[in-house]
T-cell receptor, first 121, second 112 residues
């Protein structure tokens, strides 16, 4: 159980285009989804946290108008990189967590998708 | 100062050796601690949680020192397949969510 899929696995696009990445929890309901970005030889950097049905919370320095996040259902979140530029080339990873019995958020385990490698030419 | 710090390595270790990594964290309010491993161009995978009393899972032992704010990972009888980047992760609360704060990782290379 607790499988998270992510599509596409990799994408190459021209500068100025928009790219949508999907993150799905396949066998559980994800109350919270996280979007990360990882540049080569660097740690994962949290971009935003999204709770189903509410607006995403973006980390400092992440432009919400450039990285549009939609968490419309308990099994799907999307990240759209708008007007992508070469500096947006990175490894984008989503994760999903589910609440433990009792509804407390404490210590939720995050399940990771396989990541999307974006290359902007 | 980074919230979670690790020695980036790489650690070059012969097969069968024992190797240990440390990780320090700065936020004393951190509540949960983990070690993940990440293979090249793959997503991170949970290796083990780190409990206050220390815990062991086969060849892997994790320890937590809250007073000094560091956690450690010990790998015994290392295998070639242990070659990976090991990520120290700290969980902290923000509003109603819990966030994972990631170290940059320690690269381990096991040589035959």
């Amino acid at each position: 159980g607790a499988v998270v899929s992510q599509h596409p696995s990799w994408v190459i696009c021209k500068s100025g285009t928009s790219v949508k990445i999907e993150c799905r929890s396949l066998d559980f309901q994800a109350t919270t989804m996280f979007w990360y970005r990882q540049f080569p030889k660097q740690s994962l950097m949290l971009m935003a946290t999204s709770n189903e049905g509410s607006k995403a919370t973006y980390e400092q320095g992440v432009e919400k108008d450039k990285f549009l996040i939609n968490h419309a259902s308990l099994t799907l979140s999307t990240l759209t990189v708008t007007s992508a530029h070469p500096e947006d080339s990175s490894f984008y990873i989503c994760s999903a967590s589910r609440r433990r019995t009792g509804g407390r958020a404490f210590g939720d385990t995050q399940y990771f998708g396989p990541g999307t490698r974006l290359t902007v030419l | 100062r980074k919230e979670v710090e690790q020695d980036p390595g790489p650690f070059n270790v012969p097969e069968g050796a024992t190797v240990a990594f440390n990780c320090t964290y700065s936020n004393s309010a951190s509540q949960s601690f983990f070690w993940y491993r990440q293979d090249c161009r793959k997503e991170p995978k949970l290796l083990m949680s780190v409990y206050s009393s220390g815990n062991e899972d086969g060849r892997f032992t994790a320890q937590l020192n809250r007073a000094s704010q560091y956690i450690s990972l010990l790998i015994r009888d290392s295998k070639l397949s242990d070659s990976a980047t090991y990520l120290c992760v700290v969980n902290r609360q923000r509003d109603s969510n819990y966030q994972l704060i990631w170290g940059a990782g320690t690269k381990l290379i096991i040589k035959p």
